[in-house]
């Protein structure tokens, strides 16, 4: 099971910096008559990281009530497990924070 959690924490960062690139390197972003587009765009992708971003929380709680719960010798996997987690939310959020602040300038830009 932690495997997976490890497998599928990987497979979540590394899809969600794919996306980001895809997003900020098109150039899509210079043609005036798709900013609706691009916001539009831009909102759902706000949107999709913050719900990766409650699921990397939720993942977090688990793995610490693990811990709490467990007299298991294999804790320092699972603290490693948590220190992996609180990596993806720390970029997650510093993602988000990019998005939503290019999401404030094309607002303020008509």
């Known amino acids: 099971m932690r495997l997976t959690i490890i497998i599928l924490i990987t497979v979540l960062s590394i899809g969600s910096v794919v996306i980001s690139l895809g997003y ?4 899509e972003y210079l043609d005036v008559p798709e900013i609706s587009s691009q916001y539009e765009k831009l909102e759902k992708y706000k949107n999709e990281l913050e719900k990766i971003n409650q699921y990397n929380q939720e993942i977090l ?5 693990q811990i ?13 497990e948590i220190k992996v987690i609180k990596e993806v939310i720390e970029k997650n959020k510093a993602e988000l924070e990019q ?4 999401l404030s300038q094309m607002e303020s830009d008509p």
């Open 24 to 27: 900020l390197t098109t150039p």
């Open 61 to 65: 709680k688990d793995l610490e009530s």
């Open 68 to 80: 709490k719960n467990s007299d298991d010798v294999h804790i320092e996997q699972i603290n490693e």
């Open 99 to 102: 998005v939503i602040a290019k």
